[in-house]
Structure formats: structure tokens, C-alpha cells
């Protein structure tokens, strides 16, 4: 009898000791859930951040870390109450973090794009500019905080766009104009949108004109530079003026394509030298790109360039990539997709992390095959 109790009282205490012991202090939790973050475990992160926040109410990291996690779960265009919840506790996370650091730059910019995500699955077009127009706020917010961020100056001109563009396109399709079908616009029509919108519009070519000073190889300035100008030329008030202006916008084409080139040569002079050239070559092995895909924790979609968006381009982005013993992405290597498209997918498959692949215990490097499918919403 007594070796059966000794016997429970070992097991009991044997699992007891095997379970995970929890954080005692906010660093602890914020670990924790950083660890949680990181497997997209964006529900459990948020607990973990939430304990954070209630053992050191004044810890603007763990105010960040759980806005963050909440916004992560945001689904734009998803009218239901949990998604409008969702976007609600992470405002007001990062509220809480503009109450000590009214300059926090990573809370400006994170309400920025959560106002700019809600206005996108807006259908009401007066709606979606309010909302937009909060998102342009707190752009011009984080450029007063931060004067030389390209990307905010960058995200004024692509809401200045939106703002735009779902007028201009209905206006052409009232008009029975094709998408391709050159300007400029008839009169009314034109004249109405010059008088809405032409402010709107040179504000945009002006943010743009701001990132380009900032960096002058920016890409994706120089795409919505192309079509801001390309579609102010159909409020132009003669054919020689909308010849001048297109003339124009494809000068900016070219820009950007040269650049999107450009970068993808200093990546490819960046790329670690292949086996048997230079540094010793670490461990690795070949796994199926349908195999490794299941140990995908993390994944970036990538945003759609707007070059390839104009001229209706879809299609697949294939690459051969290294991934590292830690799972994250160390090379890639571009097997066949659209020049327009290629840069895209490469950024956002360079953020892409993997469960680390072990082999006989160790964890080592993995080539495989990854796919990015580009395809137009109609």
C-alpha cells in the first residue's frame, strides 16, 4: 500500500513538474507571447500580452505587442461585430501608447493602416473617403513625428488614390468607356470630377515627389506616380494635353521598371555564393514545395503592384529558396513569373518564416519551391 501511494505521489508530482511554468513578471508574459506571435498563435499572444499589460499597466512595449496582436487578426472587408472588435482593441492599445509617447511612430503608423484596411472593404464611397481621410491624419501625424519616412509620404498618395479612382472609374463606365479606352473625358463629366478631385490628385503627385526625394529608387512611388498622372490626364482640357500627360506617365512606367530591375540585381549580387563557392557550405536538404508548405508559420501576402493591376496581369512567381536552420528565409532564386510581378512576391516571400527542419535531431537548411499566385479580383 505504501509503495502504491509513493508510487502516485511520484507520478503526480512528475507531471506537475512537466508542465510549463508560467511568467511572473510582465517581461515574462511579453516573451511569451512574442514566442506565441511568432507560430501565428495571434490569440494566444494576445492573452499573453493582455497579462503583460495588467501586471505594468505603463509598459508601452506590451501596449504595442498586444495592439499588434489584435490587428493581426484583422480581416479587411469583414462586417461582422467580432472583426469590428477586433480593430477596436487594437486602437486603443495603441491609444494607450500615444498617451505616454505621443511620437511613438510604430502606433501612428499602425493606426494609419488600420483605418486605411477598414476603408478598403467599404462599398459606400462617401464612407470609405471619411475613413480614408482619418487614415491621411495620422500619415500626416507620423510625418510630423518622422520626416524622413518615405512610406508615409508613399501611403498619403496611394489614399489620395483611392479616394479618387472608384469615382473616376464609375464615371467612365456611366460615360460606357472601356477600361483601355483612351481620354479625355467629356464635358460634364470631366469638368465635375476636375472640380472634386484635382486637389486631390496634385496632392498625391506631391506626396509621391516627397518619398522620391527621400529615395529616388523608390518603385512603387514611381507605379503610382505613372497611374495618378495617366488618369489626370483624362481631365485634361484638350487631346494635346492628354497626349502630354501619357507621354509622361509612361516616362515613369520605364522609372519604375528600371528600378524594380535595378533592385533585383543588388539582390541577386547579395545572394549567398552556391556550394562549393566561398564560405563553407552549412547542411541542407530538398523537400517538396507542397511538403514544406505545411511548416509555414508566417506568411506576408503580397500587395498587388499596381503596374501589373493596370495592365490586368496575373499569373504565378515561382522561386527556389534556401530556408535557414531557423526557418526564416535566406535565399531566393527566381524561376519564371511576370516581370511586373516578380518584386512583390519577392518581398513578401523573404518575410515568410518556417517551423526549423530537423534531421537526426539537428536542425539544418532547406531548398524547396515556393509558388505566388497573382490573381485579379475580377
Known amino acids: 500500500m505504501r509503495l502504491l501511494v509513493c508510487a502516485f505521489l511520484f507520478l503526480s508530482l512528475t507531471a506537475l513538474l512537466a508542465q510549463p511554468v508560467a511568467p511572473i513578471d510582465s517581461r515574462g508574459w511579453i516573451n511569451k507571447g512574442v514566442q506565441e506571435f511568432k507560430s501565428a498563435r495571434y490569440q494566444d499572444a494576445v492573452e499573453s500580452f493582455q497579462k503583460a499589460v495588467d501586471l505594468d499597466p505603463n509598459n508601452v512595449a506590451a501596449h504595442l505587442y498586444l495592439g499588434t496582436a489584435w490587428m493581426s487578426q484583422y480581416i479587411p472587408g469583414a462586417e461582422s461585430p467580432v472583426n469590428t472588435d477586433i480593430a477596436n482593441n487594437a486602437e486603443v492599445e495603441f491609444g494607450h501608447v500615444l498617451q505616454t509617447d505621443p ?12 483605418r486605411y484596411q477598414q476603408a478598403q472593404g467599404m462599398p459606400d464611397l462617401d464612407q470609405k473617403i471619411r475613413i480614408l481621410d482619418e487614415s491621411a491624419s495620422w500619415y500626416e501625424m507620423l510625418i510630423a513625428a518622422d520626416p524622413q519616412n518615405k512610406q508615409a509620404y508613399y ?30 473625358l467629356p464635358n460634364p463629366a470631366r469638368q465635375e470630377l476636375k472640380a472634386r478631385y484635382s486637389s486631390i ?17 523608390y518603385s ?4 503610382y506616380m505613372n497611374l495618378l498622372i495617366r488618369e489626370r490626364a483624362d481631365l485634361a482640357d484638350s487631346p494635346e494635353q492628354y497626349r502630354s500627360e501619357t507621354e509622361l506617365a509612361d516616362q515613369w512606367v520605364h522609372k519604375a521598371l528600371d528600378a524594380k530591375k535595378a533592385l533585383a540585381a543588388e539582390a541577386q549580387m547579395a545572394a549567398p ?23 509555414l508559420i508566417h506568411k506576408v501576402d503580397p500587395v498587388y503592384p499596381p503596374l501589373a493591376y493596370q495592365a490586368r496581369i496575373q499569373g504565378t512567381v515561382r522561386f527556389t529558396v534556401i530556408i535557414g536552420r531557423d526557418g526564416r528565409i535566406q535565399n531566393l532564386q527566381l ?5 511586373l510581378l516578380v518584386e512583390a512576391a519577392r518581398q513578401a516571400v523573404s518575410q515568410w518564416e518556417y517551423r526549423p527542419t530537423l534531421l537526426n535531431g539537428s536542425p539544418v537548411e532547406v531548398v524547396t519551391q515556393v509558388d505566388v499566385n497573382f490573381t485579379l479580383p475580377y
Open 103 to 114: 511620437n511613438n511612430t510604430t502606433a501612428l503608423s499602425s493606426i494609419a493602416s488600420l
Open 273 to 295: 555564393p552556391p556550394p562549393g563557392q566561398g564560405a563553407e557550405t552549412p547542411q541542407r536538404i530538398r523537400v517538396g514545395g507542397n511538403v514544406q508548405a505545411a511548416n
Open 220 to 223: 512603387d512611388a514611381m507605379a
Open 335 to 339: 524561376l519564371s513569373g511576370h516581370p
Open 201 to 217: 490628385i496634385e496632392h498625391g503627385i506631391s506626396s509621391l515627389e516627397k518619398a522620391l526625394q527621400l529615395d529616388p529608387q
Open 155 to 184: 501611403s498619403l498618395a496611394v489614399t489620395d488614390w483611392m479616394k479618387w479612382y472608384a469615382a473616376y472609374m464609375r464615371t467612365r463606365t456611366d460615360l460606357g468607356m472601356r477600361p483601355e479606352q483612351p481620354g479625355p
